[in-house]
């Protein structure tokens, strides 16, 4: 059992279009972490949500964590083709770090 | 800015074959990890280590040891190569968050 799922777990939109991905517990977390990850590369952190309700932006990037912290939501407002990626969430529990499935995401020129 | 090392980049093995991966980091970091990353399933953690002399076995440690060379270095080694073991795997290290990642190494078990 997955203790972190990820939403939709592929996506390919049109650049211009906005978009919204999820990432979903049934376990309570301190906060959840979402990175980014190219191909040939590990995963980048792009953001760390820690307070239930709290919403991050980043330029076009808007994390939100929910209120209850077990669970968090991406959006992208007016994609570009630099977005296309692997999405991944994850919650750290003790000294570890427990990932989500993914989403990839695919950005249409 | 090298960050987290790993070598090889490619590994290509025969089942039951022998290999180690190396990982070594330049930051400093207390906690290193292991995972693997498969299609669908996100990542795994095969073997962590939050210290230098200690180790521990992560999801999915079955077919794998690590060694904690020092503070710098983390190393996984598979004994007897299966092919359920071709997979990419990634190392990390952290201080305190976030994970900071190497770009990989994938290995196929033919």
């Known amino acids: 059992t997955q203790l972190l799922e990820q939403s939709p777990q592929f996506l390919s939109i049109q650049e211009g279009e906005n978009l919204t991905v999820y990432c979903n517990s049934s376990?309570?977390?301190?906060?959840l972490q979402w990175y980014r990850q190219e191909p040939g590369e590990g995963p980048v952190l792009l953001v760390t949500v820690v307070t239930g309700g709290e919403v991050k932006k980043l330029k076009r990037l808007t994390f939100q964590f929910g209120d209850a912290r077990k669970d968090s939501s991406l959006h992208i407002t007016a994609a570009q083709p630099g977005d296309t990626g692997l999405y991944l969430c994850a919650g750290p529990r003790n000294e570890k770090l427990t990932f989500g499935t993914g989403t990839r995401l695919t950005i249409i020129p | 800015n090298a960050g987290v090392t790993q070598t090889p980049k490619f590994q290509v093995l025969k089942t039951g074959q022998s290999m180690t991966l190396q990982c070594a980091q330049d930051m400093n970091h207390n906690s290193m990890y292991w995972y693997r990353q498969d299609p669908g399933m996100g990542l795994r953690l095969i073997y962590y280590?939050?210290?230098?002399?200690?180790?521990d076995k992560g999801e999915v440690p079955n077919g794998y040891n690590v060694s904690r060379l020092n503070k710098r270095e983390f190393s996984l080694r598979l004994e007897s190569a299966a092919p359920s073991q071709t997979s990419v795997y990634f190392c990390a290290s952290k201080a305190n968050q976030p994970q900071h990642f190497g770009d990989g190494t994938r290995l196929s078990i033919l």
């Open positions: 280590s939050a210290s230098e002399g200690t180790t």
């Open positions: 376990s309570v977390f301190s906060s």
